[in-house]
Antibody, heavy 121, light 106 residues
Framework: QVQLVESGGRVVQPGRSLRLSCAASGFTFSYYGMHWVRQAPGKGLEWVAS????????YYADSVKGRFTISRDDSKNTLYLQMDSLRAEDTALYYC??????????????WGQGTLVTVSS | DIQMTQSPSTLSASVGDRVTITCRASQSISSWLAWYQQKPGKAPKLLIYKASTLESGVPSRFSGSESGTEFTLTISSLQPDDFATYYCQQYNDYWTFGQGTKVEIK
């Protein structure tokens, strides 16, 4: 069955960088757009970034544009989120999610369990 | 940017109640509206997409409707498993989530 396992979250100082990974299995990874969504502690959901199935199109929320980079390695069935110039307000549980349809970058149909990023000095 | 205004923020209800949650978009999003359910410590789960299409495996007591830029999630008869937080999301122009509605036991 579909599995998405996020990793890489930890405590990091403001201004530093961090790379999150999302290992996918149970589906043909290269056929699906993928997404990152975050949730600050006790708060709602905030979309972060999305990539098309082939990586040719990438989309970012204004709050992370220019600081975060989404990428994928289809040979490893893995999605990444490179996070630079981290701020306290980036503290959140980061979810990776698989699109609902093949060759689409539309909607999150299945989510992983998340990895926690804490930005603090 | 499209804003999504969801109400109420909290709803107290009993098992068997009919429950309605509303989401209003700041501009037209056609029918590009989804509803998610999230339980504490768990990832969100897709319930409804395209405003009224039930995701596979979701009980039929859940339904979605739309009227212009106002969207509604209805649970026809609340079950114990339904106590959770619900989010709407527009996907017409990037993504924006509503603030969430916590459905708690009355």
């Amino acid at each position: 069955q579909v599995q998405l396992v996020e990793s890489g979250g930890r405590v990091v100082q403001p201004g530093r960088s961090l790379r999150l990974s999302c290992a996918a299995s149970g589906f043909t990874f290269s056929y699906y757009g993928m997404h990152w969504v975050r949730q600050a502690p006790g708060k709602g959901l905030e979309w972060v970034a999305s990539t098309s199935y082939d990586g040719s199109n990438k989309y970012y929320a204004d709050s992370v544009k220019g600081r975060f980079t989404i990428s994928r390695d289809d040979s490893k069935n893995t999605l990444y989120l490179q996070m630079d110039s981290l701020r306290a307000e980036d503290t959140a549980l980061y979810y990776c999610a698989k699109d609902t349809e093949t060759f689409s970058t539309l909607l999150a149909g299945y989510w992983g369990q998340g990895t926690l990023v804490t930005v603090s000095s | 940017d499209i804003q999504m205004t969801q109400s109420p923020s909290t709803l107290s209800a009993s098992v068997g109640d009919r429950v309605t949650i509303t989401c209003r978009a700041s501009q037209s999003i056609s029918s590009w509206l989804a509803w998610y359910q999230q339980k504490p410590g768990k990832a969100p789960k897709l319930l409804i997409y395209k405003a009224s299409t039930l995701e596979s495996g979701v009980p039929s007591r859940f339904s979605g409707s739309e009227s212009g830029t106002e969207f509604t999630l209805t649970i026809s008869s609340l079950q114990p498993d339904d106590f959770a937080t619900y989010y709407c999301q527009q996907y017409n122009d990037y993504w924006t989530f509503g603030q969430g509605t916590k459905v708690e036991i009355k």
